[in-house]
């Protein structure tokens, strides 16, 4: 019989091997299999029969990977299984950086109660008129699980769709390109498209990859989306390209105290996954992976 414990995170999703969550590293002190959401592991004592590790999300940032190398612990993620949420997110994003949605609501919380509310809002409105994205072109750069959804989506959309990924496989950018255009040089994206989202893994080559270059590249009034990792951006080039007017709007799903609160930015807590149905999934592949492994001595990354 394994011991499996659950770190800060999964506990509605039926399955029986981790009843409960915990927290504290002393309750991980006998598991054979460690299932962690966003919390760090990099500050952790391993517990001393640890075999395996897996992360309910595709980003593994949070996992101190050489050290688990180097005691022969396998590392397992979920790709794809909370691809919807983040889709879905970053949809609401662009959404969200087109039309004043935020400002409108705050307006109407700042005069509920006021009986000619309903009046007033129609003579307000103006200020809150914003641009649909219908026909606009969207650059997609990683064209993996999420990148690909959210082509896909931005296509039912009406959006025109930009993709960039040198990593694709053949036979996924054979259905892709039907549909969009699959361009072999990211600076197309940046020279041509009005939003541009980064779905990339976090690595130190992607580490602030859009920067002041590619930045500079963009159209003017372009919208830079971020919902993948805060360090492929640096941050301060973007924030420097939109108090010049350079770019309009800089989603991101990361908040840092660079960005959060800043004029031209939306900055969303780390939500792109917290769905139910995303955390279900993730918890599900992750326990049949550490379970395929412990029990059956096969390694599959799902
Ligand atoms: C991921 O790495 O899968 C996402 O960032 C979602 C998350 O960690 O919550």
């Given at each position: 019989m394994y011991k499996y414990h659950c770190l800060n995170a999964i506990s509605k999703s039926g399955l029986d091997i981790f009843p409960e969550t915990y927290e504290a590293q002393e309750t991980m002190e006998y598991a054979d299999a460690v299932l962690v959401r966003s919390a760090s592991m990099h500050e952790m004592e391993f517990p001393l029969c640890l075999k395996a590790v897996a992360r309910a999300?595709?980003?593994?940032?949070?996992?101190?990977?050489?050290?688990?190398?180097?005691?022969?612990?396998?590392?397992?993620?979920?790709?794809?299984?909370?691809?919807n949420g983040v889709k879905e997110l970053v949809i609401a994003g662009m959404l969200l950086a087109s039309r004043d949605i935020m400002g409108g609501i705050e307006w109407v919380k700042a005069h509920a109660g006021e009986t000619d509310v309903a009046k007033r809002a129609e003579k307000q409105k103006k200020e809150f008129a914003g641009c649909e994205i219908e026909g606009k072109r969207l650059g997609v750069i990683g064209l993996g699980a999420i990148g690909a959804l959210v082509a896909n989506a931005a296509l039912h959309l009406g959006m025109e769709v930009y993709g960039y990924d040198p990593y694709l496989s053949v036979d996924s950018a054979w259905s892709l390109s039907r549909h969009i255009r699959h361009v072999k040089d990211v600076n197309e994206i940046y020279s041509q498209c009005d939003y541009i989202t980064v779905h990339v893994p976090a690595s130190e080559n992607t580490k602030g990859m859009i920067g002041k270059d590619a930045v500079q590249k963009m159209k003017d009034g372009a919208v830079l989306l971020n919902f993948a990792r805060d360090i492929l951006v640096d941050e301060q080039d973007v924030m420097d390209a939109l108090e010049n007017g350079k770019l309009k709007k800089y989603v991101t799903d990361f908040p840092n105290p660079q960005t959060a609160g800043k004029d031209g930015v939306i900055v969303i807590p780390h939500l792109g996954a917290s769905t139910e149905e995303s955390e279900e999934n993730c918890a599900k592949m992750a326990v049949k992976e550490i379970r395929e492994y412990l029990e059956n001595g096969n390694i599959r990354n799902s």
């Open positions: 999300g595709a980003g593994v940032n949070n996992i101190p990977l050489e050290a688990c190398a180097e005691r022969g612990i396998v590392v397992f993620n979920t790709p794809g299984a909370n691809a």
